[in-house]
T-cell receptor, first 119, second 114 residues
Framework: AQTVTQSQPEMSVQEAETVTLSCTYDTSENNYYLFWYKQPPSRQMILVIRQEAYKQQNATENRFSVNFQKAAKSFSLKISDSQLGDTAMYFCAFMKHLWGIQGAQKLVFGQGTRLTINP | DTEVTQTPKHLVMGMTNKKSLKCEQHMGHRAMYWYKQKAKKPPELMFVYSYEKLSINESVPSRFSPECPNSSLLNLHLHALQPEDSALYLC?????????????FGEGSRLTVL
């Protein structure tokens, strides 16, 4: 079974600093997706960034980038120039294909990292 | 329209009540999901619907009854719940064809069982 581990329950940085959130996973699959989702106090889960396992290039989305190390099964998220609005719970997630069910997926989530950006 | 809309946002019910949670999306997604999230925990998958058919039931107690009346609507019927069922219930949807892997989540319905 796939597992996702986030070893940092909480992190706190000053505004404008760079912060890196760690994530490791375990799977025997060769093709899969990895995600970082953000859940602010407003509760809605929002996709931050997505990485396809067969792509060697690390994904980037504006201030957000990942360091994807497939052999090490590591998928960390770097937030540059952090902003107050980045304060949220961040979940690393692995997409497991539901074989036999066309298109439907099961997201396996890590336990989350609560990130606080201080003014 | 990239929204998943959930109603109600808050619900308080007694253990003998019958209530329903509603989820709606108009993105043409043919996969819809119910997740349960306890405080400070990650979401846990409950049900998956694909093409309006129940595809996955993650061993959820029968006091939770899902329903997908059409491709845009997903309901979760609640009956004889327990206080430990108090949680945030999240609905999500995704594409089936040309699947990018992304799930679109609603804001959730926060349920309190007294």
């Amino acid at each position: 079974a796939q597992t996702v581990t986030q070893s940092q329950p909480e992190m706190s940085v000053q505004e404008a600093e760079t912060v890196t959130l760690s994530c490791t996973y375990d799977t025997s699959e060769n093709n899969y997706y990895l995600f970082w989702y953000k859940q602010p106090p407003s509760r809605q889960m929002i996709l931050v960034i997505r990485q396809e396992a067969y792509k060697q290039q690390n994904a980037t989305e504006n201030r957000f980038s990942v360091n994807f190390q497939k052999a090490a099964k590591s998928f960390s998220l770097k937030i540059s120039d952090s902003q107050l609005g980045d304060t949220a719970m961040y979940f690393c997630a692995f997409m497991k294909h539901l074989w036999g069910i066309q298109g439907a997926q099961k997201l396996v989530f890590g336990q989350g990292t609560r990130l606080t950006i201080n003014p | 329209d990239t929204e998943v809309t959930q109603t109600p946002k808050h619900l308080v019910m007694g253990m003998t009540n019958k209530k329903s949670l509603k989820c709606e999306q108009h993105m043409g997604h043919r996969a819809m999901y119910w997740y349960k999230q306890k405080a400070k925990k990650p979401p846990e998958l409950m049900f998956v619907y694909s093409y309006e058919k129940l595809s996955i039931n993650e061993s959820v107690p029968s006091r939770f009854s899902p329903e997908c009346p059409n491709s845009s609507l997903l309901n979760l019927h609640l009956h004889a719940l327990q206080p430990e069922d108090s949680a945030l219930y999240l609905c999500a949807s995704s594409q089936v064809l040309q699947n990018t892997g992304e799930l679109f989540f609603g804001e959730g319905s926060r349920l309190t069982v007294l």
